[in-house]
């Protein structure tokens, strides 16, 4: 094995370790998200095994990153990338970002909501950013409710009650900067509820 690849090899162990405590995950929940057992996921991150191809692509996956960023392999120029869509909650769901394990942005396309249909509120560790790209987008935050509309943001403290669906029965579209602990509940598990904590800075347009 040429000297150069062994060295990046070597150093994949630091880089799962640091990655996966940046992404907020215990091994228990890394292997349940993978089928990696927790002991193999120690010594990869130990650098007791090396790691085969087959384990770096399902570690990978559950961090939404690329091959690339596990191994350290050097950057292409060209810095654009191809997102692919998918479906949650009856949102479609395009991810815009891949480098940045700690915030994460997306474009969402909100279905269209009854008005007179409450809005589903969750809690959880972390910090939220909408920015209404079109339509109209009813913010619920405890009890309270506002309107969105094009071009307005607002930003909140997840650990108090919120939610957002469309305003209408025609649908919105927002970018939304989610923390890692706001991904994994909006986009990956729909897992885990915090305690609620004392009311949120006021969004703001």
Not at 17 to 35: F, K, Q, S
Request: without cysteine; glycine residues 6%.
């Amino acid at each position: 094995m040429p000297d150069d690849l062994d060295a990046m090899l070597d150093a994949v162990a630091p880089r799962l370790r640091d990655l996966r405590h940046r992404r907020g995950y215990t091994l228990a929940e890394l292997a349940a998200e993978t089928g990696i057992s927790t002991s193999t996921l120690s010594r990869l991150e130990s650098g007791l095994r090396r790691p085969t191809l087959e384990l770096l692509i399902r570690i990978a996956s559950a961090y939404r990153a690329n091959l690339d960023d596990l191994v350290g392999a050097p950057q292409i120029a060209d810095p654009r990338i191809h997102p692919k869509p998918f479906y949650r909650d009856g949102k479609a769901i395009i991810p815009l970002t891949r480098q940045n394990p700690d915030v994460h942005a997306y474009k969402m396309v909100l279905p269209g909501h009854p008005p007179d249909r409450p809005v589903e509120q969750k809690t959880h560790e972390g910090y939220d950013w909408i920015y209404v790209l079109s339509g109209r987008v009813r913010l619920a935050l405890g009890d309270s409710e506002l309107i969105l509309e094009p071009g307005e943001a607002a930003e909140f403290d997840t650990r108090v009650p919120h939610g957002h669906v469309s305003a209408s029965t025609e649908p919105a579209e927002i970018l939304n900067l989610l923390s890692v602990q706001g991904e994994r509940v909006h986009v990956r598990t729909g897992a885990g509820e915090a305690t609620p904590a004392p009311p949120p800075r006021h969004p703001t347009a």
